[in-house]
């Protein structure tokens, strides 16, 4: 049987804002893959693993390197997500780590993108974002109410595109209420992936991947739409 | 001495993604403040909390009316605070708990802001928002590289705000290789709450309410940029 790949979000950097569940797949895991670079932050990742796993667990070491290069990059990613696919044919069970949450601004997106298409079997445990942690040390609010709320990575010229509509993500907080407004506005803006998940992670969760079949008077308060414009 | 309050981020509904901080404050706390509304998920942040507090806590509820009605809201908020004012003046700590991260769309902002401004001592610990679950079980990336997201709750005419420039909260990750030029683009568009924090919630943490006062040179990696427009 082959092993689980398991993308664990392990916090912002503090090793107690970690995740009940996310030590509990540190423990279990038979090989800690942990993406190395020249840049702080990556090994901030294994640092926090390292409290919690076995002490047989073996630690996996991927390079990424911080280039521009999109076929430096390609190809490194290729090379990484076979060292993975090794691991779990074997069916070693592999916990990759990632600084903050492994669906924000991570390596571990592209190997997860390589390995479901392969078929693996794979599940993500998110974390505590760093701007999260911001706040909270800050007191300062992220939202209140209505409020809309932009993250912008490195590029300061990404205010600019953001301003003018080109955000890649929008993130619908309790939709239930214009579920078909929101569908008819986002198709017309261009966003072509739009998922609906209710109960994220909770029993009962269920993830609608085409809205128009979601009946929306079933659906309540606790339900997000993730909408791309890309994949 | 005075009790302290903190602001507890329980995380998206699942019990076993709520960080080892969180369970900690819960477990040591002599108060359990939860609010309470009609709303489904108010409940669910107590349910959760149940889990790890010790049996002597004693539970204070706190009525959150769901109205647009300013008025009522702030009577309500006022109201509230002065119940939490009252348990921190007997040196009791009191732990407020909300669902996903306190930060993001929550009644404690409202506690918080009134508790901060009379010089309590207060502490928020940050928890896996909702929409990193709805992402993580969607197996779906939020942001990739340089693109931004942008989170926006109910209302969908919050998708037009957002596209012509009026998200009232931005978030730069990575901001120091341009930190000057992210300096001078906010304040012409207006935005007068610009803070830096770099090491959120680690050793070495440093927060620049003032970021001209910032010397680039010195700032890593490891650092963010929250602007808002109000406060």
């Known amino acids: 049987m082959k092993g689980r790949l398991y993308g664990v979000g392990v916090g912002p950097g503090d ?24 840049v702080e932050g990556t090994d901030i990742a294994l640092d926090i693993a390292s409290y919690y796993i076995k002490p047989s667990t073996e630690i996996l070491h991927l390079p990424f390197p911080m280039t521009s290069d999109r076929t430096v990059l390609e190809q490194q990613w290729d090379k990484n997500a076979r ?11 592999v916990a990759f780590v990632t600084i903050g949450d492994p669906m924000i601004y991570s390596t571990y997106i592209y190997m997860l993108q390589r390995l479901a298409q392969l078929g693996y079997d794979i599940e993500t445990i998110p974390g505590i974002p760093s701007f999260c942690a911001s706040a909270a040390a800050a007191q300062m ?23 003018s509509g080109i955000s890649s993500t929008l ?6 209420g214009h579920g078909r407004k929101i569908a008819r ?6 966003y072509r992936n739009v998922t609906l998940i209710s109960h994220a992670g909770q029993r009962g969760q269920k993830i609608w991947r085409d809205i128009s079949a979601a009946d929306w008077e079933d659906i309540d308060y606790m339900s997000i739409i993730i909408a791309r414009k890309d994949e």
């Open 141 to 163: 609010p992220l939202g209140k109410g209505g409020d809309a709320i932009t993250i912008i990575p490195g590029d300061p010229q990404k205010v600019l595109d953001a301003q």
């Open 185 to 190: 506005m986002l198709a017309q803006a261009g």
């Open 171 to 176: 993130v619908f907080m309790k939709p239930s």
């Open 83 to 93: 060292s993975l696919q090794e691991r779990l044919d074997l069916g070693q069970n």
């Open 15 to 38: 090793p107690e804002l970690i995740s009940i569940k996310a030590c509990r797949i540190l423990q279990m895991a038979d090989v800690l893959a942990a993406p190395s670079s020249s």
